[in-house]
């Protein structure tokens, strides 16, 4: 099997959600369309964000990764983020 | 093992993505923000929905949830959605 070539590229995969007990304004209307739309009962709807980055592979990826959720992609205070995937390309 | 109670509950998981070829400019912002972090080279971001909707379990589900996606959840000229699981809670 030859060795990856350093110029390959890799798909990271987050998914940030609001957090449990965060009031989420937009899962909330989307429960209500569904339920106007005549389904009977819609208990919750929670909305999220899937961010797909696409770039060339390296090292200390998962690292870089968690800097960039918790710099930039992800709210600490009412979102959580999970790493859903790092696959090469 | 006892039958499911009629009474239980579901989470039905969907993701939303914008299609290939499409404009994403929520993507597009959050790529230049990673370059301006100091990461080298990035070469796109997509920013899709995940839409977690809890419900009473019943016949139909896969069929209802398709028909969500359609008629409210992706719009079908920019995006496509992916029904990634329906899970019992």
Not at 33 to 53: C, N, P, Q, S, Y
Request: glycine fraction near 8%; charged fraction near 30%; hydrophobic fraction near 40%.
């Amino acid at each position: 099997m030859p060795a990856p070539r350093e110029s390959s590229r890799v798909r990271v995969t987050i998914i940030v959600r609001i957090r449990d007990g965060v009031l989420d304004p937009q899962g909330e209307a989307v429960r209500q369309a569904l339920i106007d739309m005549g389904h009977g009962t819609v208990e919750d709807v929670r909305i999220g964000k899937v961010v797909e980055v696409i770039l060339p592979s390296g090292p200390g990826l998962p690292e870089l990764t968690r800097e960039w959720c918790e710099r930039l992609l992800a709210n600490p205070v009412v979102e959580r983020y999970e790493i859903v995937g790092i696959e090469p390309l």
